[in-house]
């Protein structure tokens, strides 16, 4: 049975969108535990837009599963995910203006400099994933550099809207999960998944573990507010 690691940055997106308190990604992290998730996901970025560091280290100290550090490949990231120590980081892609993750890790492409920051993670013993497009090049460079794990970018399956399309995106997963897998890589898939777009991707059995935010953020929003709105409703009125 494959593991579902929840990301719950947008718990601290709403948090922030106050700056005050609540809701508490720390809180939430011990829900989604509670509720049966294999592992928590956050990405601490360079911007700190929604994740801080105080919730990093909360978290390592508290959450009973497993901690994904999704970070930039910098060394500045490096020195703060080696005092944190979580179970795995997963290197991604980051630019300032984007609104999420968009496209993978270029690996192939920077080899040597990515390679000098897995060896700095691996020294501190912390396994290494890198959140790279379903492409053979990326695959090789990963196995190359010494990845643990690639991370699948499901992206443009996800956001695929003709379904030749969709299908195309999906055997180049499934391509792309064989290869890795061959080469020794754990494989983990992410982004854009949904309760509907899921299922499908279950049916590759190389990929050993799901990684799902917004979605589940978003659902939980629609699924708790008739609660939300009773409670409230009883105190005022
Ligand atoms: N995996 C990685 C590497 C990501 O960067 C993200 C987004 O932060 C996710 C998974 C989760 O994506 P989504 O929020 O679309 O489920």
Known sequence: ???????????????????????DPVVAAMLVELAGADGIVVHLREDRRHIQDRDLHLLKDTIQTKLDLEMSADEAMVKLALSVKPHLVTLVPERRQELTT?????????????????????????????????????????????????ELHTGRYANARRIKEEQAELEAIVHAAKLAYKLGLGVNAGHGLTYRNVKRLTQIPEIVEYNIGHSIVARAVLVGLDRAVREMKQLVG
Do not use: W
């Not at 049975?1 to 106050?18: C, K, P, S, Y």
């Open 1 to 23: 049975m494959a593991r579902l690691g929840v990301n719950i940055d947008h718990v601290a997106t709403l948090r922030q969108a106050r700056g005050g308190n609540e809701p």
């Open 102 to 150: 968009e496209g993978g890790l270029e690996v192939a492409g920077q080899r040597d400099r990515i390679k000098q920051i897995v060896d700095m993670l691996h020294d501190g013993g912390i396994p290494v994933s890198v959140f790279i497009e379903p492409d053979p090049a990326q695959i090789k460079a990963a196995h190359k550099i010494a990845a643990d794990y690639i």
